[in-house]
């Protein structure tokens, strides 16, 4: 998305975020605007622009691990986090407080406009969804978890994610295949990858750790193993099932 | 009488072989079972004539000790080693003795640096300097210590300049003669960097070069209105020094603020530079600009290689330079004279180099509000990680990343004094200074690797490729043997006359620092930090 109209798109969101419960309270919109530019200015260097840079610290979830209340995160960038990357940040009081409003403002707050609970029929029957992703706790684990996809997706992601899968499909979910020297071939997601091994969840959801060396063939796959959904839904339960996802925004 | 005398001069002979003097450092190839300097030896090769560790018996290296540091910051210091002591750093700025041996310390300096001192890429330190029985060490609130080697106790301590301004020092010292010479850190602070060199035995400061060229400097025409005193130019890592020409060469940093240069129109002199200085007086010799008019943080922070090479057919005083922005420099470093220049990697920014090595910038490759793609990405093509040159195999090794692209954001940007002065951000598929415990980008967004190139052409010889990026120095041997890691946590020997892995072994941390080699009694050790600890190696001793 280009810069300006991610930076509209911040703003919008800021001001949706308003009518939520993400905000410390008396946080006003001028809070999130000069929040914003305290986060361009000290933080994005790492973090990225819209906070989603750093894949173990998404600012997006809303939900982290040293807390997730306004003091817990008003103490977490004053002091940094010893032994990361994390330093303390040196600004004033109300400048840390106007950075705490615009991470939470980070959050999706879209929340869709189908229906959430034809939605999850959806997900659970007819799009088969559940054979591959898994959602608190129920489902495969050979795509992505869905707990918390509307937190750090957006409707448009979704969409696409579902209509053209092959091309929005991201990095971290990259499906395998590996053939050994005595013939077997191994299919599944790559978790982890190094010069000389990889780490995968296979079909059968075994955790597999192979070497290269021990492999005659090794393919990344680009494209997704998800069927487009283009022909396999209607309308009206696309837009429930992603008013579903849109909702799915952690525990 | 005649007992006594022997006894007395057996005595000075130990006690002189303890002080490390100003000769010593000038010598270090007599006495390669130590590692005198950050470097190895002033001309800054990492290259060691050490050489029982060989092509054949690398396979049998094994882990002698480790130290664990009391520390979770990132550890990127490389250890002295003195007469069987090892001296390093524990980030950030506690220093340790102990037996290179075994690995048993000796002493701990405990340093507390204020917790004001703010640093823009971790809390860390490269290593120290010693002269005679003194260790130096620069901290991150920018100040110079000065300790007795046999115990760690503080000998004189000056601030060299103000942390609560974004200043910090992060390099070893070097020491020339009898002065200890440091460079600034805080070029993401709107500082205006120097080098200065301190008197040894006082911490009196002796000379201060300013690395952005301020009114009535040369250079200073580069600059337009106020610009200058935010200038940047940092430095971070430890300069070189030739003795015969009585000179010292130092890398300098990204002009301030990184990624709007709309607020500083010129070249921004010294920025992006090598400055040579003459080591008695700090005065500027010459100077060699790599990247005028910087949009994309391509600090030239990198180690200067001093080689001696058959240029053309003529011998010839040289310097190597992989750049951060993507070329391989030679320059003359007697006069200056540009030599050579060649991308080592992919680059988008530059259609070329002109005659005298400026580059041709291609239009609009700088940072947007809109997002510029640009290769090499903001880490560069290389960066701080120490090169390597084997006057053996002739070769020049680089610790390289290949095909890496950010996407660069411009915004507006205000100064205020001691905070971050960016004015845009990079954005990279590939995490810029620090190791993800799991990696799962493509190919496609970039690799890292170790590349031989021959200088004399600048074409690559050999590549040895990794799966993910590397911030590991290079370490090369007499026997043609090559040390070096990645991020993945490996730590390699490799032929180096052909690139193809003679040992291997997997320490479960980012390799984020330079080998060294030394030996105590007839045992060649390999030392490297990896992860939170330093790993010692030797060859297998038991059949």
Same mark, same amino acid.
């Given at each position: 998305m280009p810069a300006a109209n991610r930076t509209a798109a911040v703003l919008l969101l800021a001001v949706t975020a308003l009518a939520g419960q993400n905000l410390p309270a008396g946080a006003t919109i001028n809070d999130v605007e000069a929040g914003a530019r305290l986060f361009r200015a000290n933080c994005a260097i790492c973090h990225g622009l819209d906070g989603s840079a750093l894949p173990a610290a998404d600012l997006r979830r809303g939900q982290f691990r040293r807390g997730s209340t306004t003091d817990d995160l008003f103490r977490t960038i004053s002091n940094g986090i010893p032994g990361t990357a994390m330093p303390p940040i040196s600004l004033t009081g109300s400048q840390l407080w106007q950075v705490v409003a615009f991470v939470h403002s980070l959050r999706n707050p879209a929340t869709g406009a189908g229906d959430a609970q034809r939605g999850q029929a959806v997900l659970e029957g007819k799009g088969q969804c559940l054979s591959c992703h898994r959602v608190q706790g129920r489902g495969a684990r050979l795509g992505p978890d869905l707990t918390d996809i509307g937190a750090v997706r957006s409707l448009d992601y979704l969409r696409r994610s579902l209509l053209q899968p092959s091309e929005t499909i991201l990095a971290q979910n990259r499906s395998v295949r590996a053939v050994t020297r005595d013939g077997a071939t191994i299919t599944g997601r790559r978790l982890n990858e190094d010069t000389h091994t990889i780490q995968l969840l296979d079909s059968q959801e075994r955790l597999l750790s192979l070497l290269k060396s021990d492999l005659r063939e090794l393919t990344i796959l680009t494209t997704s193993p998800m069927p487009s959904y283009q022909d396999k839904l209607t309308p009206q339960d696309l837009s429930d099932l992603l008013t579903y996802l849109l909702n799915r925004k952690g525990q | 009488m005649t007992l006594r005398r022997p006894l007395l001069?057996?005595?000075?002979?130990?006690?002189?072989?303890?002080?490390?003097?100003?000769?010593?450092?000038?010598?270090?190839?007599?006495?390669?079972?130590?590692?005198?300097?950050?470097?190895?030896?002033?001309?800054?090769?990492?290259?060691?004539?050490?050489?029982?560790?060989?092509?054949?018996?690398?396979?049998?290296?094994?882990?002698?000790? *480790?130290?664990?540091?009391? /520390?979770?910051?990132?550890?990127?210091?490389?250890?002295?080693?003195?007469?069987?002591?090892?001296?390093?750093?524990?980030?950030?700025?506690? $220093? *340790? !003795?102990?037996?290179?041996?075994?690995?048993?310390?000796?002493?701990? =300096?405990?340093?507390?640096?204020?917790?004001?001192?703010?640093?823009?890429?971790?809390? &860390?330190? @490269?290593?120290?300097?010693?002269?005679?029985?003194?260790?130096?060490?620069?901290?991150?609130? !920018?100040?110079?210590?000065?300790?007795?080697?046999?115990?760690?106790?503080?000998?004189?301590? $000056?601030?060299?300049?103000?942390?609560?301004?974004? =200043?910090?020092?992060?390099?070893?010292?070097?020491? *020339?003669?009898?002065?200890?010479?440091? #460079?600034?850190?805080?070029?993401?602070?709107?500082?205006?960097? %120097? &080098?200065?060199?301190?008197?040894?035995?006082?911490?009196?400061?002796?000379? @201060? %070069?300013?690395t952005v060229a301020g009114p009535g400097d040369p250079g200073h025409s580069t600059w337009s209105g106020d610009a200058w005193q935010r200038g940047g130019a940092s430095v971070w890592l430890t300069g070189s020094y030739d003795p015969d020409l009585n000179l010292t060469y130092w890398g300098l940093g990204n002009p301030g603020p990184d990624w709007n240069p709309d607020v500083r129109p010129g070249d921004n002199l010294y920025s992006d530079s090598v400055v040579a200085l003459d080591a008695d007086t700090g005065k500027l010799r010459w100077h060699f600009q790599f990247t005028p008019h910087d949009e994309w943080d391509y600090d030239s922070v990198q180690i200067p290689v001093l080689a001696d090479l058959s240029w053309r057919g003529a011998p010839r005083q040289v310097m190597l330079w992989a750049n951060r922005?993507?070329?391989?420099?030679?320059?003359d470093r007697t006069t200056c004279e540009f030599l050579l220049g060649k991308p080592f990697v992919k680059q988008t920014w530059a259609a070329g180099l002109d005659e005298k090595g400026r580059p041709i910038? *291609?239009?609009?490759?700088?940072p947007s509000s809109e997002g510029t793609l640009v290769f090499p990405g903001v880490q560069g093509g290389t960066n701080w990680y120490s090169p390597s040159y084997s006057p053996r195999t002739g070769l020049f090794y680089i610790p390289t990343w290949e095909n890496y692209s950010s996407v660069f954001y411009k915004f507006p940007v205000e100064y205020q004094p001691g905070k971050r002065y960016l004015g845009g951000a990079p954005r990279s598929v590939i995490p810029a200074l620090r190791r993800e415990p799991v990696k799962t980008w493509d190919a496609e967004s970039g690799y890292g690797a170790v590349r031989a190139l021959d200088p004399t052409t600048g074409e690559k010889k050999w590549e040895f490729r990794m799966s993910d990026v590397t911030d590991s120095g290079i370490l090369t041997t007499a026997a043609d043997?090559?040390?070096?890691? #990645?991020?993945?946590?490996?730590?390699?020997?490799?032929? !180096?006359?052909?690139?193809?892995?003679?040992?291997?072994?997997?320490?479960?941390?980012?390799?984020?620092?330079?080998?060294?080699?030394?030996?105590?009694? /007839?045992?060649?050790? $390999? !030392? &490297?930090?990896?992860?939170?600890?330093?790993?010692? %190696?030797?060859?297998?001793?038991?059949?």
């Amino acid at each position: 998305m280009p810069a300006a109209n991610r930076t509209a798109a911040v703003l919008l969101l800021a001001v949706t975020a308003l009518a939520g419960q993400n905000l410390p309270a008396g946080a006003t919109i001028n809070d999130v605007e000069a929040g914003a530019r305290l986060f361009r200015a000290n933080c994005a260097i790492c973090h990225g622009l819209d906070g989603s840079a750093l894949p173990a610290a998404d600012l997006r979830r809303g939900q982290f691990r040293r807390g997730s209340t306004t003091d817990d995160l008003f103490r977490t960038i004053s002091n940094g986090i010893p032994g990361t990357a994390m330093p303390p940040i040196s600004l004033t009081g109300s400048q840390l407080w106007q950075v705490v409003a615009f991470v939470h403002s980070l959050r999706n707050p879209a929340t869709g406009a189908g229906d959430a609970q034809r939605g999850q029929a959806v997900l659970e029957g007819k799009g088969q969804c559940l054979s591959c992703h898994r959602v608190q706790g129920r489902g495969a684990r050979l795509g992505p978890d869905l707990t918390d996809i509307g937190a750090v997706r957006s409707l448009d992601y979704l969409r696409r994610s579902l209509l053209q899968p092959s091309e929005t499909i991201l990095a971290q979910n990259r499906s395998v295949r590996a053939v050994t020297r005595d013939g077997a071939t191994i299919t599944g997601r790559r978790l982890n990858e190094d010069t000389h091994t990889i780490q995968l969840l296979d079909s059968q959801e075994r955790l597999l750790s192979l070497l290269k060396s021990d492999l005659r063939e090794l393919t990344i796959l680009t494209t997704s193993p998800m069927p487009s959904y283009q022909d396999k839904l209607t309308p009206q339960d696309l837009s429930d099932l992603l008013t579903y996802l849109l909702n799915r925004k952690g525990q | 009488m005649t007992l006594r005398r022997p006894l007395l001069l057996l005595l000075l002979a130990l006690s002189l072989s303890a002080q490390v003097t100003s000769d010593r450092l000038l010598r270090p190839d007599r006495e390669p079972q130590n590692w005198l300097t950050y470097s190895g030896a002033y001309h800054s090769q990492r290259y060691s004539l050490l050489d029982h560790i060989t092509v054949s018996n690398a396979r049998n290296l094994e882990l002698q000790w *480790v130290f664990q540091a009391d /520390s979770l910051d990132k550890f990127e210091a490389t250890p002295l080693v003195v007469d069987g002591v090892m001296y390093l750093t524990q980030a950030p700025n506690d $220093v *340790v !003795a102990l037996d290179a041996r075994t690995g048993r310390p000796f002493w701990v =300096y405990d340093y507390r640096p204020s917790p004001r001192a703010d640093v823009c890429c971790g809390r &860390i330190n @490269r290593g120290l300097a010693i002269l005679g029985d003194t260790l130096f060490l620069g901290t991150i609130d !920018a100040r110079l210590v000065a300790l007795d080697a046999k115990t760690g106790r503080v000998l004189w301590n $000056v601030e060299v300049a103000d942390h609560r301004m974004g =200043y910090a020092l992060a390099h070893a010292p070097l020491v *020339v003669k009898d002065k200890v010479i440091v #460079g600034t850190a805080g070029g993401e602070f709107g500082i205006r960097g %120097f &080098i200065a060199a301190y008197d040894a035995r006082t911490g009196q400061e002796a000379w @201060r %070069f300013h690395t952005v060229a301020g009114p009535g400097d040369p250079g200073h025409s580069t600059w337009s209105g106020d610009a200058w005193q935010r200038g940047g130019a940092s430095v971070w890592l430890t300069g070189s020094y030739d003795p015969d020409l009585n000179l010292t060469y130092w890398g300098l940093g990204n002009p301030g603020p990184d990624w709007n240069p709309d607020v500083r129109p010129g070249d921004n002199l010294y920025s992006d530079s090598v400055v040579a200085l003459d080591a008695d007086t700090g005065k500027l010799r010459w100077h060699f600009q790599f990247t005028p008019h910087d949009e994309w943080d391509y600090d030239s922070v990198q180690i200067p290689v001093l080689a001696d090479l058959s240029w053309r057919g003529a011998p010839r005083q040289v310097m190597l330079w992989a750049n951060r922005n993507g070329f391989f420099y030679v320059l003359d470093r007697t006069t200056c004279e540009f030599l050579l220049g060649k991308p080592f990697v992919k680059q988008t920014w530059a259609a070329g180099l002109d005659e005298k090595g400026r580059p041709i910038k *291609v239009p609009n490759r700088g940072p947007s509000s809109e997002g510029t793609l640009v290769f090499p990405g903001v880490q560069g093509g290389t960066n701080w990680y120490s090169p390597s040159y084997s006057p053996r195999t002739g070769l020049f090794y680089i610790p390289t990343w290949e095909n890496y692209s950010s996407v660069f954001y411009k915004f507006p940007v205000e100064y205020q004094p001691g905070k971050r002065y960016l004015g845009g951000a990079p954005r990279s598929v590939i995490p810029a200074l620090r190791r993800e415990p799991v990696k799962t980008w493509d190919a496609e967004s970039g690799y890292g690797a170790v590349r031989a190139l021959d200088p004399t052409t600048g074409e690559k010889k050999w590549e040895f490729r990794m799966s993910d990026v590397t911030d590991s120095g290079i370490l090369t041997t007499a026997a043609d043997v090559l040390f070096t890691g #990645g991020r993945e946590g490996y730590f390699y020997a490799l032929n !180096a006359r052909t690139g193809a892995v003679l040992w291997k072994t997997y320490l479960g941390g980012q390799i984020a620092a330079g080998p060294i080699t030394y030996r105590v009694g /007839s045992n060649q050790y $390999v !030392a &490297i930090a990896a992860g939170h600890s330093l790993f010692t %190696f030797a060859l297998r001793t038991t059949p």
